[in-house]
């Protein structure tokens, strides 16, 4: 996809990356935002999107990474309506430095009970003292005017593993009414920092949690979630990771810790390729997690596949209620070796029926002669579960989506469901961090009763998003909203 710059976003660009100066953005009081926004950073009641560009140069400083934030509004987001965040801009602790990869982890929720969601972003190669490579979590604040200034969360155990801060999640464990931050590194230790935080001090305590997951690089929690699998009113903690249950097994998996007022208990793993997305599919009031194989193999799933796992009183049930790829009747495409289907996941209510949907990359997908170049798929929510009935996929050559499919796009390499103008409907954005040869591009789709819709869609690439693209920025790596 080629994405045009404007002469004025140009003349931006040459000036070098956005600072973290706040643009005209009209905001309500906090108390006027409906609860459980979890990403509305300036209390307008419109989520917000975090989008990761982790390899962005800063001043200079190549890998050191940013985070571009778009505020939703009645009319969605805009590429100009944005607060570009790097450790470089005022207010944010830290300096940018090559390889710190920040926004390598991004959370949000509302941490010091202000009104306004915070963002947390870690920065796993960030070197702490002599620990190269130790990591590090940033809370930047939410305000009236957006994010403002920042405050580092120091690594507890640096001696115990490095890059801290490489997967994070705010969910309220103890169900005490104040969310929590969980930040997992490359080792079995996930920190988890309490509710009760302040600006100045940050968490009011901290407990680790021992995790099954293998400790060790590219180990450790990879990934986290949160969300009430089992309907008591605590969050739980969802770790992605490589299952070490013994010395002589290990397998990538999904692991489940439920909340409770005196912390988290492991419940169980479930097969997976560390991939996972939490909400209420069949609304029974429990949160069921989807969790993706995408590497397939030989066999079934060549191209990948993912698995819907309900949620019930008891938990997580560890029996697939479901497994769906791409031979599956009714789902576009067809199941093809190195898809990578289920690759990227997030669930949100779509069509306004209080039933949570599915986003599911293939950002390998091969379509026509263009390799690699990236696909996302639809999957309504039932009471029985997703079904592939009425799903649809979505590239750059779906029309009215911007932009042409290209060799080694990677359409897909984030996606997200949330609900970004206010409708009722959750808007699909999709990251594609390879577009462009690795300058990387987002787009934004609208829900609707009828599902996702082309109509109006958006798509701008990282010029215009405010990053240089000095080297490969790749936006669209990791996104929250």
Same mark, same amino acid.
């Given at each position: 996809?080629?994405?045009?710059?404007?002469?004025?976003l140009?003349?931006?660009?040459?000036?070098?990356?956005?600072?973290?100066?706040?643009?005209?953005?009209?905001?309500s009081?906090?108390?006027s935002?409906?609860?459980?926004l979890?990403?509305?950073?300036?209390?307008?009641?419109?989520?917000?999107?975090?989008?990761?560009a982790?390899?962005?140069?800063?001043?200079g400083?190549?890998?050191a990474g940013a985070v571009v934030?778009?505020?939703?509004s009645?009319?969605?987001?805009?590429?100009?309506?944005?607060t570009?965040?790097t450790q470089?801009?005022?207010?944010?602790?830290g300096?940018a430095?090559?390889?710190?990869?920040?926004?390598?982890g991004?959370?949000?929720?509302?941490l010091?009970?202000?009104?306004y969601a915070?963002?947390?972003?870690?920065?796993?190669?960030?070197?702490?003292?002599?620990?190269?490579?130790?990591?590090?979590a940033?809370?930047?604040?939410?305000?009236?005017g957006g994010l403002?200034?920042g405050?580092?969360?120091?690594?507890?155990?640096?001696?115990?593993?490095d890059s801290?801060?490489?997967?994070?999640?705010?969910?309220?464990?103890?169900g005490d009414?104040?969310?929590?931050?969980a930040?997992?590194?490359?080792?079995?230790?996930?920190?988890?920092?309490?509710?009760?935080?302040?600006?100045?001090?940050?968490?009011?305590?901290?407990y680790?949690?021992?995790?099954?997951?293998?400790?060790?690089?590219?180990?450790g929690?990879?990934?986290?979630d949160?969300?009430?699998?089992n309907?008591?009113?605590?969050?739980d903690?969802?770790?992605?990771g490589?299952?070490?249950?013994?010395?002589?097994?290990?397998?990538?998996a999904?692991?489940?810790?439920?909340g409770?007022?005196s912390?988290?208990t492991?419940?169980?793993?479930?097969?997976?390729?560390k991939?996972?997305?939490v909400?209420?599919?069949?609304?029974?009031?429990?949160?069921?997690?989807?969790?993706?194989?995408?590497?397939?193999?030989?066999?079934n799933n060549l191209?990948?596949?993912?698995?819907?796992?309900l949620?019930?009183?008891?938990?997580i049930?560890a029996?697939?209620a479901?497994?769906?790829? *791409? $031979? !599956? /009747?009714?789902? #576009? +495409?067809?199941? %093809?070796?190195s =898809?990578y289907f &289920?690759? @990227?996941l997030s669930?949100?209510d779509?069509?306004g029926?209080?039933?949570?949907?599915?986003?599911?990359?293939?950002?390998?997908e091969?379509?026509?002669?263009?390799?690699?170049t990236?696909?996302?798929t639809?999957?309504?929510?039932?009471?029985?579960?997703?079904?592939a009935?009425?799903s649809?996929?979505?590239? *750059? $050559? !779906? /029309?009215g989506v #911007? +932009?042409?499919? %290209?060799?080694n =796009?990677h359409? &897909?390499? @984030?996606?997200?469901?949330?609900d970004?103008?206010?409708?009722?409907h959750?808007?699909?954005?999709?990251g594609?961090q390879?577009?462009?040869?690795?300058?990387?591009?987002?787009?934004?789709?609208?829900?609707?009763?009828?599902?996702?819709?082309?109509?109006?869609a958006?798509?701008?690439?990282?010029?215009?998003a405010?990053?240089?693209?000095?080297?490969t920025p790749?936006?669209?790596?990791?996104?929250?909203?």
């Open positions: 996809m080629r994405l045009r710059t404007t002469t004025a140009a003349a931006l660009i040459a000036a070098g990356l956005t600072p973290l100066t706040l643009p005209s953005v009209a905001a009081a906090a108390s935002a409906p609860s459980g979890q990403e509305d950073f300036n209390g307008d009641g419109y989520p917000d999107l975090a989008t990761a982790y390899n962005t140069t800063v001043s400083a190549k890998n934030v778009d505020y939703g009645s009319a969605g987001i805009s590429a100009s309506r944005r570009v965040v470089n801009a005022t207010g944010v602790p300096t430095e090559s390889s710190d990869f920040f926004g390598s991004l959370a949000s929720g509302d010091n009970n202000d009104g915070d963002l947390v972003v870690g920065a796993p190669g960030e070197d702490v003292g002599d620990d190269t490579n130790g990591g590090t940033v809370v930047i604040w939410g305000s009236a403002s200034t405050l580092t969360i120091g690594d507890p155990n640096t001696s115990g593993h801290f801060g490489q997967s994070l999640a705010v969910g309220d464990f103890s009414g104040k969310n929590d931050l930040i997992g590194s490359s080792g079995k230790d996930v920190w988890i920092h309490k509710g009760g935080f302040t600006k100045s001090a940050g968490a009011s305590t901290r680790k949690l021992t995790t099954a997951a293998q400790s060790g690089t590219n180990y929690a990879e990934s986290l949160s969300g009430d699998v309907g008591d009113g605590h969050d903690l969802i770790v992605n490589t299952y070490f249950p013994d010395s002589s097994h290990k397998y990538y999904t692991m489940v810790y439920v409770s007022s912390g988290l492991f419940q169980n793993a479930l097969e997976s390729d991939k996972s997305a909400g209420d599919i069949n609304g029974d009031g429990y949160d069921d997690l989807v969790t993706g194989a995408y590497w397939g193999g030989t066999g191209g990948g596949s993912i698995s819907t796992h949620g019930s009183a008891e938990g049930r029996a697939a479901q497994t769906i790829d *791409q $031979d !599956t /009747a009714g789902v #576009p +495409g067809e199941d %093809e070796s =898809d &289920g690759y @990227a669930l949100g779509i069509d029926d209080g039933l949570a949907d599915a986003a599911v990359s293939a950002f390998y091969s379509i026509g002669s263009a390799d690699l990236g696909s996302v639809v999957l309504r929510g039932t009471p029985t579960g997703l079904t009935d009425g649809k996929s979505f590239h *750059q $050559d !779906t /029309a #911007p +932009g042409a499919n %290209e060799d =796009d359409f &897909g390499s @984030a996606v997200q469901l949330s970004l103008n206010g409708d009722g959750a808007d699909l954005s999709i594609a390879d577009e462009n040869a690795g300058d990387g591009a987002l787009w934004s789709l609208r829900g609707s009763s009828s599902g996702i819709t082309t109509s109006g958006l798509g701008f690439g990282a010029s215009a405010g990053l240089s693209t000095s080297g790749c936006l669209g790596s990791e996104m929250l909203g």
